[in-house]
């Protein structure tokens, strides 16, 4: 089965600076420690957003201890083994991250964590370019990402990707899946939740792998969804309630500032406050939040991805909003320690 193929980046909703500049407001809990576990760098058509753009970011007032870079198919090697090209990716992050760690770009441990790709329908196969991602990562490596999001409605893709149909159930692809946990290494699943049957059953095929389901997993919003939010959201919380019922399976909350689920923020004259996003995306955080609990998720900021519907320092405030209302040992897992146990993080800044 062919890897996941990369479509139009357009499906991103552009970045305007001077947009987003519009909007400013206090910093809630500015003390309150977060570590981001999903966060891009790249040079592509979607723009550019590097180390200067990410550290512009992280100094929004938010106190941002550690970020764990999450992989986007940016600085591949060019030429030789096509399944090593990844390795560029992560040679690339660890030098970030070494930078960063040096402490002349500021307090945050920036790509603390590591998060690359190897195509895993190469079986078996696949385990020499792990242990190869394990080395180039420089001790900051710590998982596989998978954009295994399909939908047979192209309308409905709100992704950059798209993955071929059935490949969490494809026998080489899950060849490859059983060498992760031997090495110690995560999943983190990208799929729209009319996936959620698939990543279930492959939950169960690998209890001992640990599955970090992306963005809410990616209720859609859009195509044949427009329009319908309330009949997805119920079809979804069916589908995270028997995903929850696997121990290894985390959730991940974000990436709702993307095109796919449907709001139109960034269509405004004035970029949303924290305080227009948290009724908008409460009923997925508390989904999120009913099923799998505090010490199974965790905030991510999907930046820059999210970016082209909010600032980063109103996404985190929104979800500071919405999470007002539970504890502080509640509030730490959310924000620092689901992330930190489930990507070998420091906790502390």
């Not at 090209?85 to 660890?94: D, H, K, M, R, S």
């Not at 590591?114 to 420089?138: S, Y």
């Not at 859009?222 to 319908?228: H, Q, S, T």
Request: net charge neutral.
């Amino acid at each position: 089965m062919a890897s996941t193929n990369t479509e139009n980046r357009s499906r991103h909703i552009p970045v305007r600076e001077d947009w987003l500049a519009r909007r400013t407001e206090a910093i809630l809990e500015p003390g309150l420690p977060i570590i981001d576990p999903h966060h891009h760098l790249w040079d592509n058509a979607s723009g550019v957003y590097l180390m200067p753009e990410l550290l512009a970011d992280l100094k929004s007032g938010h106190n941002i201890i550690s970020t764990v870079f999450m992989e986007c198919r940016a600085m591949y090697r060019a030429g030789g083994d096509p399944d090593l090209a990844p390795i560029g990716e992560t040679e690339f992050v660890n030098g970030v991250a070494a930078m960063s760690a040096s402490g002349a770009y500021g307090p945050t441990r920036v790509c603390e964590g590591i998060v690359g790709h190897a195509n895993l329908t190469r079986g078996a196969g696949a385990k020499r370019v792990l242990e190869a991602l394990i080395l180039a990562g420089g001790g900051r490596f710590r998982g596989v990402r998978y954009s295994a999001v399909w939908h047979c409605d192209p309308s409905a893709r709100g992704s950059a990707v798209s993955a071929p149909e059935g490949l969490l159930a494809d026998k080489g692809f899950r060849e490859g899946f059983a060498c992760l946990a031997p090495l110690g290494l995560t999943f983190d699943a990208w799929v729209y939740h009319t996936q959620f049957g698939e990543l279930t059953a492959l939950a169960r095929a690998f209890p001992e792998t640990t599955i970090v389901i992306n963005h809410v997993g990616g209720a859609i919003g859009i195509g044949p969804y427009a329009g319908k939010r309330y009949e997805v959201l119920a079809d979804w919380r069916k589908g995270i309630g028997e995903l929850a019922a696997c121990p290894n399976v985390v959730m991940k909350i974000g990436g709702l500032g993307m095109r796919l689920f449907g709001f139109t923020f960034q269509d405004e004259a004035t970029p949303p406050s924290s305080e227009q996003l948290a009724p908008a995306w409460r009923p997925y955080v508390e989904g999120c939040l009913e099923a799998f609990g505090p010490s199974r998720c965790m905030f991510e900021s999907n930046f820059p991805v999210d970016k082209g519907s909010c600032s980063y320092a109103v996404l985190w405030n929104a979800f500071k909003r919405i999470s007002a209302g539970y504890s502080a040992d509640e509030k730490a897992a959310l924000f620092c320690g689901t992330a930190a146990r489930v990507y070998r993080l420091r906790s502390e800044a």
